[in-house]
């Protein structure tokens, strides 16, 4: 099937040699793909190459900038930005095409076309496809035009800013998350850092019962409003780290404003 035409695909990688074969395949669609590595040891950029697609090397500061300068790159006017562990699904596929079918015909006497779509993400976790727990249907601008979306936001926490109308598809975005618990514990730690060091450069700061009532409230949050509980065992795992990485990223702010660093004991200087 051909590629639309003035699609970009856009993705940002460091080590993806394990799911980036799969999300190129999905990306048929796309006249281009694009992708930022920021220092792969891997095989990424090999895969990456052998592709087709167009590669890029920055060094990470944060997404917002690395997401920014991966749609700079691109040459089409629409942007379709994927992690490098999401697949399009065939039946998005088929939803994009038939908005660019739409877009090549003339458009009803005052009708307004979104410039960008928010597609849901439908994540597979212990072996299963998640349908609630607040991971679904977890809608994110991921198709726009390219000089009417950018990144914007916290640290890592960015989502695209439409500048103009916004419109929804219905069709998921498959995403493979974490391979094991082990692997959800290390993004876990790695983003609570990130939270932490953000929140403290703001001035923020927080107690132990603080950080605990976070914990709390995500758990019942996730497990019981959002309905984790319908996914099984695997919504009990979801809600437990759920609580804990609440708990984690407060409590390591309160970790980091509370310390007083330490200085040595000065050495006196002997008098005769």
Partial sequence: MKSIPGLSACIITLNEQDNLPECLRSLRLAEEIVIVDSGSTDDTRRIA????????????DNYIDQK????????????LFLDADERVSVSLEKEIREI????SRSPEAG???????????????LGR???????YPDYTVRLFQKGSGRYEGRTFHEKVNLRGAGGRLK???LHFSYRNIREHLAVIN???????AERCALGRRNGILF????????????????????DGGAGFVIAVLGSYYNFLKYIKVWEVSSSVPVRPPEKKEMQN
């Fill in 171 to 173: 069709e998921p975005i």
């Fill in 49 to 60: 190459k052998e592709s087709g697609a167009r590669i890029y090397r920055r060094a990470f």
């Fill in 129 to 135: 496809w998640i349908r609630h727990s607040g991971w």
């Fill in 100 to 103: 660019f079918r739409d877009q």
């Fill in 68 to 79: 920014n300068f991966a749609i700079e790159k691109a040459k089409g006017p629409w942007i």
């Fill in 190 to 196: 790695r983003y609570s850092d990130l939270f932490a």
């Fill in 111 to 125: 009708a307004i076309r979104p410039v960008g779509y928010e597609i849901p993400r439908s994540t597979f976790y």
């Fill in 211 to 230: 950080s605990l009532g976070k914990g709390i409230v995500k758990f019942l949050t996730m497990y019981i409003w959002k309905r984790g509980f319908l």
